[in-house]
């Protein structure tokens, strides 16, 4: 939430989240993100309702409620009761909603299979354009000629 927070008030770009009470964003960084937001006529909009959060929205994007490491926390995920990403949460958004997810994600616990399967579903082209990043990054640490060859099999050298 704290890079999505960030690039969105750099891009300027509205962003209302919803987190349950005791997962807020760090202080610090919600600072930040305002301060920037403000400077590029965006706002960043907190709150602990997913209704709210996703009211009239584009985009909806989650992530999953237990993290790599935190399987022992099995209890937190009764905290995140009501922020499962659903028909009836969707239903609230723009009617060209898209559903975004870094993933890997848990059918059933953040999203449903209705919302991942949807034709707004945008997580596989996300996953793809990522891979495409990192590729052509990757390229570029190892050397300009693996770099340039990239360019290349891509297209755009």
């Not at 960030?6 to 305002?34: F, N, Q, T, W």
């Not at 009239?56 to 995920?77: L, N, P, Q, R, W």
């Not at 945008?122 to 495409?132: G, H, L, S, T, Y």
């Amino acid at each position: 939430l704290h890079d999505l927070m960030l690039a969105c008030a750099m891009l300027g770009i509205d962003i209302h989240y919803a987190v349950p009470k005791g997962y807020e964003p760090a202080e610090d960084i919600v600072k930040r993100a305002s301060d920037i937001a403000g400077k590029n006529g965006s706002k960043v909009v907190a709150t602990n309702d997913p209704i709210e959060a996703v009211t009239d929205a584009d985009v909806v994007y989650t992530d999953v409620f237990i993290s790599m490491g935190e399987e022992h926390m099995k209890d937190k995920v009764a905290s995140f009761d009501g922020f499962q990403v659903n028909e009836q949460l969707v239903s609230n958004m723009n009617n060209d909603w898209k559903f975004m997810h870094c993933l890997p994600a848990h059918r059933g616990d953040e999203v449903t299979d209705w919302v991942m399967d949807h034709k707004n579903s945008i997580v596989f082209d996300q996953a793809e354009n990522r891979m495409w990043a990192q590729m052509s990054l990757l390229a570029y640490l190892v050397s300009i000629e693996a770099w340039e060859t990239m360019g290349e099999f891509m297209g755009i050298a």
